[in-house]
DNA sequence: TACTAAGCTCTTTTT
DNA sequence: GAGCTTAGTA
């Protein structure tokens, strides 16, 4: 390899600028957490523009389409205005941007409507009734599961209905009507001309599999292509690139198999091992120098994931200092520990003049955010949560874009129950039933029979509301042939009824509802008017773009916000201090990851991710008892905790005493408290009852146990060791607790946790 | 048809 | 605690 180098890539280390230059062929880099994947994307990609390929020609797939923005932004300042011209964004959008040109060789319309996933389980269940099949036993959720993973793994509803393991596994389920739905569902969505997230990458396969035409245009098209976290790629994704880059064959591929998080989704370390066995004469690079995080941080996390039995060699290592030691924190009860997290975000700010986005707390799930916001709010210190409920997903704005919806595909079945009736037009759902019976008699949809509802006799006095609906909607719609899609969506907002009725609702919430409503106005403005982009800017497109958009894609005015997210969305970000918190058993590793070592090895993965967003100083905390439903149960440490090596960690804040700190259940109190929100458990000095007894918490090797350790127990506290011994069979300890004297312990089984 | 109160069921992560 | 369904009433 030649030391000449062009001096836009200086910014590079050897194997980095190795990577960026190596762009004909197959290629593969393996980049630890904080290597600095992003920047080697970058410049690869404004290598390749400066040999003289044109930007149109290359493909980037990145993980969300706010990553694929700011990538842009730095490509152009290397190269210039002509980055705009990159295919970049995320698999969903890029695929759904084929579709819609390529919409009618697969039978769908151009405008297709993109279902989120509700739309999806809505329109589950209206099949599930009309089957008659039972909504507890085929959970909608569960049954869209099954569909998409069939989906992911390039399995049609057709398929499905052969495959013996899969007729198996739902018959021994007691759900062998499966296949069934999934063929109505498919059906549905394609006669409503819609597509749910997972059609967009099966179709897309579907149409490159069917129209080789096709799909030699856009292997020629694009002659160079991307893949970013392909550690997450799931069956259809992977097979859709590896057809597309099947002529020339310049595909590379960023991931880190450390940081796959995403299997429920389909996604498969299987990919990586795949990849090396399809393209024998790949160059592979390794990324293994940490820039991002102290010593302290880096050598935690790489002891953490050492646990992992599954993954590929890397030897991580930084030239950062040590840093602080990671923080462990003990709380009490979620409450508190969402106090104990805004003091110190207080404090620490204070003392080292730090912004409000130099901090983020991850946690496992989105319900954990609760106590964060409470005690943050309290501190005054602004936060901006990610996730959960974002503005698109909020009631009033997802009726608003159901009219939109309704206006471009009025075959979207969804959009259309949705707002038949909102605001109240005395179409009821006994009509409903019946249009969409009268549909689905006639192989139609419910569009038409509306159209055509004065043909048909029994309907009565609602067939009147109904023509009334229909003649509002067609006259949106050729509205839209004409007007702006703000001009359009002005009109629907008012002439439909919604922003009156919103208006008059004078609560908190109804202002909220109502400025919501103005706000989307705002948005539909700002995309029509948007001439940054040569694209087109008509409705269709903003209702496929917003479908496709996450929280984590929406710009905000004021940045200097604490950020509140789960673990899941936190990948490829960074902070300088980070609070991991919810470390208990069956939260973090859910409980719904503990059936094979593969499950808990993903969950410690996702701990590794979160360790390692961390630059300057990590915080863990755990609660002894939380919120659940409404009751305050017992929780136990993490056995995350425990799995990291101590000599990077500070137990000051694990140690305080837990005199009288048990929670009685709310339920167990005689209804005090009832009705008054939070905060309602009862102080008691007496252990709760039982503990579920498990194995979880042991030491990560319990050979470390020696006489003279201080020990804490979940039930009996502190103590120390008194003496070790070993049966053959088991090894037992005995432990001098301070509260309830001395105990011995079977370590298999024990819960303790060594302090240092 | 619409509204209200009571009752039931939840446990994960995302495009 | 929240969101949803159901039963009963206006």
């Known amino acids: 390899m030649t030391n000449q180098y062009p001096p836009y890539l200086d910014k590079l280390n050897e194997t980095q600028r190795e990577a960026a230059m190596k762009i004909d062929g197959p290629v593969m880099i393996i980049a630890g957490a904080g290597s600095g994947k992003t920047r ?10 400066k040999q003289g390929i044109d930007p149109f020609n290359i493909l980037s797939l990145t ?49 297709f409507t993109i279902y989120d996933t509700d739309d999806a389980k809505s329109l589950i269940k209206t099949i599930l009734k009309e089957y008659q099949l039972d909504e507890k036993l085929y959970k909608p959720g569960l049954v869209y599961n099954r569909i998409s993973n069939a989906k992911n793994n390039l399995i049609n509803s057709k398929d499905y209905k052969s495959i013996p393991e899969l007729i198996e596994a739902d018959a021994s389920q007691g759900r062998p009507q499966i296949g069934q739905i999934f063929e109505a569902y498919q059906l549905r969505c394609f006669k ?32 160079y292509i991307m893949v970013d976290e392909y550690q997450d790629t799931n069956l259809c994704q992977y097979m859709i690139v590896k057809k597309l880059a099947a002529s020339h064959e310049n595909l590379c591929v960023v991931g880190d198999d450390s940081q796959s998080i995403y299997s429920f989704r389909g996604a498969s370390i299987q990919n990586i091992l795949n990849f090396e066995k399809d393209y024998p004469d790949l160059a592979t690079f390794k990324l293994e120098h940490n820039y991002r995080s102290s010593s302290n941080i880096v050598n935690a996390s790489s002891s953490i994931i050492a646990k992992n039995k599954e993954k590929l060699h890397k030897n991580i290592f930084t030239e950062n200092e040590a840093g602080e030691k990671i923080n462990v924190i003990k709380a009490l009860s979620d409450n508190e520990e969402g106090r104990f997290v805004a003091q110190m975000i207080f404090e620490e700010k204070n003392q080292k003049q730090l912004q409000n986005s130099d901090f983020a707390i991850l946690y496992r799930t989105n319900a954990q955010s609760r106590s964060f916001e409470e005690s943050l709010r309290k501190n005054n210190i602004p936060y901006r949560i990610y996730g959960g409920t974002s503005f698109y997903q909020r009631k009033e704005v997802k009726d608003m874009i159901a009219y939109l919806r309704l206006v471009i595909n009025p075959n979207d079945e969804e959009a259309l129950k949705r707002i038949i009736n909102y605001p ?9 039933e019946k249009l969409t019976f009268v549909a689905n008699q006639n192989q139609t949809t419910i569009w038409e029979v509306i159209k055509n509802i004065h043909l048909i006799k029994d309907f009565g006095a609602a067939a009147h509301h109904v023509r009334n609906f229909y003649m509002m909607m067609s006259n949106f719609q050729s509205m839209a042939t004409t007007k702006t899609a703000y001009e359009v969506a002005e009109t629907v907002a008012k002439s439909s009824g919604l922003v009156s009725m919103l208006k008059e609702d004078k609560t908190v919430e109804g202002v909220a509802r109502y400025e919501n409503i103005v706000e989307l106005l705002n948005a539909i403005k700002e995309f029509t008017e948007d001439d940054t982009t040569e694209n087109e800017k008509s409705l269709s497109l903003f209702l496929q773009d917003i479908a496709l958009l996450t929280d984590a894609d929406k710009e905000t005015d004021d940045n200097n916000k604490v950020t509140l997210m789960t673990i899941h969305s936190s990948k490829g970000l960074e902070f300088k201090n980070v609070f991991v918190v919810g470390l208990e058993e069956n939260l973090f590793p859910s409980q719904l990851s503990l059936n094979s070592r593969q499950e808990l090895e993903e969950e410690r993965r996702l701990f590794y991710v979160a360790v390692t967003r961390a630059e300057e100083k990590l915080t863990l905390s755990f609660a002894t008892s939380r919120f659940k439903y409404g009751n305050l149960i017992p929780c136990e440490p993490s056995r995350f905790i425990d799995e990291i090596d101590k000599q990077y960690l500070d137990f000051t804040h694990a140690q305080r005493s837990s005199n009288a700190t048990l929670f009685k259940p709310k339920e167990e109190t005689n209804n005090y408290g009832k009705g008054y929100g939070m905060n309602v458990g009862r102080m008691i000095s007496n252990p709760l009852p039982t503990i579920k007894t498990s194995a979880n918490f042991i030491p990560s090797d319990n050979q470390l146990i020696k006489v003279g350790d201080k020990v804490e127990h979940q039930r009996f506290g502190m103590g120390t060791v008194i003496s070790v011994e070993d049966t053959g069979e088991n090894k037992k300890a005995t432990v001098q607790f301070i509260e309830t004297g001395s105990k011995t312990l079977v370590l298999k089984f024990a819960k303790l946790m060594i302090h240092s």
Do not use: C
């Open 40 to 49: 080697v994307l970058t410049y690869r990609i404004a290598h390749i523009i």
């Open 63 to 111: 993980f969300t389409n706010k990553a694929a923005r700011e990538m842009k932004n730095r490509i152009e300042s290397v190269v210039g205005s002509e980055a705009r011209n990159l295919w970049m964004g995320t698999f969903h959008s890029v695929f759904a941007k084929i579709l819609r040109i390529e919409a009618e060789h697969i039978g769908y319309p151009k405008d």
């Open 192 to 223: 409503a001309g819609a597509m749910d997230f997972d059609d967009l990458l099966l179709n897309t396969f579907r149409l490159f599999k069917g129209h080789p035409n096709i799909l030699f245009k856009y292997q020629h098209k694009f002659k």
């Open 424 to 432: 109240v037009r005395k179409i009821g759902n006994t009509t409903i």
